[in-house]
């Protein structure tokens, strides 16, 4: 019977013990059918545990994952309408690209007519950009290759859901920049959705259409690239999605004035949460301006290069600004009024405090 259900996939208050090990606590999750879903987080928050339990290769200590609508406890990693990408993909190394393909079609019960067969596997690897490349043998074939006879193997089988975990951090970072546009054309070619697990921010951002941020086994955030990026709800999401600079902060008793440690004074806007006592303001480095010159308008302080780093486009500079600490600024070179400022150099950083992000002191991980 058709499900109604227009989630494909769903965690209620999902918690995973290993022995005495808490790997995920209370996940609550829903990924909208043909969602491109990314789990980001550092090593070890519970990432590919999520994944597994989708999966059916690990059970929940409690509560429920849905899939389509219906429950899937005890129901077997076979009986699950999901493929898995392994961080650590096993192709057959005896065998050639297309007999890698084919071999879980070719399990079928009942059986595949070899046509069908056939049709079936050139479909997925022309999905996957090998059509010419069914005779070799995998020993042939680059990293790269070798990940994209891994992903043909997995939707050849067409699951409504893909697992993938962490599929493109074996490659260099060239070919991983193509492979991430690669998977998103595929995501929206085949129209399944996709469940990525990746530790990369910058990966998650550019190819998913939800982020889930984790840290610590819970998630931190749930939203867009750019909810997430723009507005963190946190200071572990603005640090890990993205670089942040850090200023300690006190929000006055009028709950509109933060105290920073060099005496000076920005206001709090509206919509930045009204708190008060010690605070910790968040500032992009894309977000400073820096200039030669003290700009007339918003919030301004004067520091000395430290350190520069040339990236081609942009520039990272360190800048020490006094009683306040070191502030990390990127220089867009189009944008910039100035050529390339020295280390030794006196400068201004100025900024727009509405937006900066302002978080409790109690907040900091
Ligand atoms: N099979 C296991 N037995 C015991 N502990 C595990 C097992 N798998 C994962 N863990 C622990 O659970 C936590 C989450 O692991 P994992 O889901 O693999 O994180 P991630 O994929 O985000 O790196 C870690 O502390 C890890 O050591
Ligand atoms: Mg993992």
Request: aromatic share 6%; with cysteine; proline share 5%.
């Amino acid at each position: 019977m058709a499900s109604a259900s227009t989630n494909d996939i769903e965690f209620r208050s999902v918690t995973k013990n290993y022995g005495s090990v808490t790997a995920v606590t209370d996940i609550n999750l829903n990924v909208p059918k043909g969602a491109f879903l990314a789990l980001l987080g550092p090593s070890g928050c519970g990432k590919t545990t999520c994944l597994r339990m989708i999966g059916g290769f690990e059970q929940p200590s409690d509560g429920t994952v849905l899939i389509d609508g219906r429950e899937m406890n005890g129901v077997p990693a076979y009986r699950r309408p999901v493929n898995m990408v392994f961080q650590h993909y096993a192709l057959f190394p005896h065998f050639n690209v297309e007999q890698n393909v084919a071999y879980g079609l070719r399990q079928m019960r009942p059986k595949i007519a070899a046509a069908e067969i056939n049709r079936r596997v050139g479909e997925a690897l022309e999905m996957v950009r090998l059509g010419g490349f069914a005779k070799r043998r995998i020993h042939e074939m680059s990293g790269g290759q070798q990940q994209r006879v891994a992903l043909a193997r997995a939707i050849v089988n067409r699951p409504s859901v893909l697992l993938l975990d962490e599929p493109l951090a074996a490659l260099d970072k060239k070919l991983r920049s193509a492979m991430q546009i690669e998977l998103q054309t595929l995501q929206r070619e085949l129209g399944i959705t996709f469940v990525l697990v990746t530790h990369d921010q910058e990966e998650a951002l550019s190819m998913a259409d939800i982020v889930c941020v984790m840290s610590a086994g819970r998630i931190r955030q749930l939203g867009s690239p750019q909810e997430v990026y723009d507005r963190p709800a946190d200071l572990f999401v603005a640090d890990f999605v993205g670089k942040t600079n850090r200023v300690d902060a006190t929000v006055e008793t009028d709950g509109r004035t933060l105290r920073l440690g060099d005496g000076s004074a920005l206001p709090v806007s509206a919509g930045q949460g009204v708190l008060s006592g010690q605070a910790i303001v968040a500032i992009r480095p894309e977000a400073i301006r820096l200039t030669r010159v003290q700009a007339g308008d918003g919030a301004s302080f004067k520091g000395t290069v430290t350190h520069r780093i040339f990236l081609g486009s942009s520039a990272e500079y360190a800048v020490a600004v006094p009683g306040l600490g070191d502030f990390l600024v990127t220089a867009d070179r189009r944008d910039s009024q100035s050529d390339l400022v020295e280390p030794g150099e006196t400068v201004f950083l100025g900024f727009d405090p509405a937006g900066a992000h302002v978080f409790p002191a109690s907040n900091a991980a």
